[in-house]
């Protein structure tokens, strides 16, 4: 296993982040190269948008106490993974659950690099405009459902309206994971870190709208608390989804690096369609 968390050569990857793509060959060796280089290629899918997922979990699958307390399952070293994926997207995305329990900023501040855009999903409006999302720090877009009443802002946020999932058939709840790409993509973001929390990360997961997931195991068990994962139930072992995957050291923690197929996330990426 590669040891990534106080890694050199970190600055020069950043050098790659808005450069023109495909990149020079040779450009991407080395532990994070192996690890971020996948986020810089050239997007596969038609909506042009590069997605990874991120959680980190407990030996038992929590990302969070029963009463929601995250802080911190990871160590120092997944924090920095964290920020160090803030700072090469170019929006970060997560839920309306994870902003009324944790109040974050989503700043790139652990590592250099710019702060993206900070994306809340919020399909009814729910939130006030007290989080600190919305009233400081960089730009930051209120996704929300078309027939959600309300005002174009919310604080210092921009308000989008988007078509809920259930239009669809799909029935994750929530709004269309599609048609969320499809807004980022329009204003130029592509690249995109949905950081949190579960039920967010599941929905991209189900919708088939992840390109990849970086999945923190830290040695804690809580033995209760907020699942990471909530897909579809399975009756058989063999229809869960089973991925490859790299495994790298984030000492104490271990990341695993999974490629997916968007439309058949148990296989893996690359598979022929
Ligand atoms: N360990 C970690 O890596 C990590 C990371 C992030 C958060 N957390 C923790 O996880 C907990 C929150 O996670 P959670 O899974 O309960 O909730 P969450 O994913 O943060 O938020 C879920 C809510 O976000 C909105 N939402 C999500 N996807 C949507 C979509 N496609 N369309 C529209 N709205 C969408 C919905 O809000 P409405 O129901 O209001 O519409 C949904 O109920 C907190 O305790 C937080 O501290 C842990």
Redesign the pocket.
């Known amino acids: 296993m590669d040891g990534i968390a106080l890694h050199p050569d970190w600055e020069s990857l950043l050098r790659l982040r808005d450069a023109p793509s495909p990149l020079p060959d040779g450009a991407l060796e080395g532990a994070l190269g192996a690890l971020f280089g996948p986020l810089l290629a050239p997007p596969r899918a038609a909506d042009g948008c590069i997605v990874v997922g991120?959680?980190?979990?407990t030996l038992d699958g929590r990302?969070?106490?029963a009463s929601?307390?995250?802080?911190w399952?990871?160590g120092r070293g997944d924090i920095l993974h964290t920020h160090r994926l803030r700072a090469l997207c170019h929006a970060v995305v997560?839920?309306?659950?994870?902003?009324?329990?944790?109040d974050p900023r989503l700043t790139t501040r652990d590592c250099a690099g710019p702060s993206p855009v900070r994306v809340v999903?919020?399909?009814?409006r729910?939130?006030g405009a007290d989080f600190t999302l919305f009233r400081e720090g960089p730009p930051t877009l209120l996704?929300?459902?078309e027939d959600a009443a309300g005002p174009d802002r919310l604080g210092l946020a921009e308000v989008l309206r988007l078509p809920?999932?259930g239009r669809h058939g799909e029935g994750?709840?929530?709004?269309?994971?599609p048609a969320?790409l499809a807004a980022l993509a329009a204003r130029g973001l592509t690249r995109i870190f949905v950081?949190?929390?579960?039920?967010?990360?599941?929905?991209?997961l189900a919708?088939g709208c992840l390109d990849r997931l970086h999945v923190?195991v830290a040695p804690v068990l809580l033995g209760s608390g907020?699942?990471?994962f909530?897909l579809p139930e399975v009756a058989r072992i063999a229809d869960g989804l089973r991925f490859a995957w790299t495994v790298h050291a984030l000492d104490p923690d271990v990341l695993f690096d999974i490629p997916l197929h968007r439309a058949r996330p148990g296989e893996a990426a690359g598979a022929a369609p």
């Open positions: 991120r959680l980190a979990q990302i969070a106490t929601g307390s995250s802080q399952i990871g997560i839920g309306a659950g994870t902003v009324r329990q944790d999903l919020d399909t009814d729910r939130l996704l929300c459902a809920r999932s994750h709840g929530g709004l269309h994971v969320i950081e949190g929390g579960g039920v967010t990360v599941s929905r991209f919708a923190t907020v699942p990471a909530t």
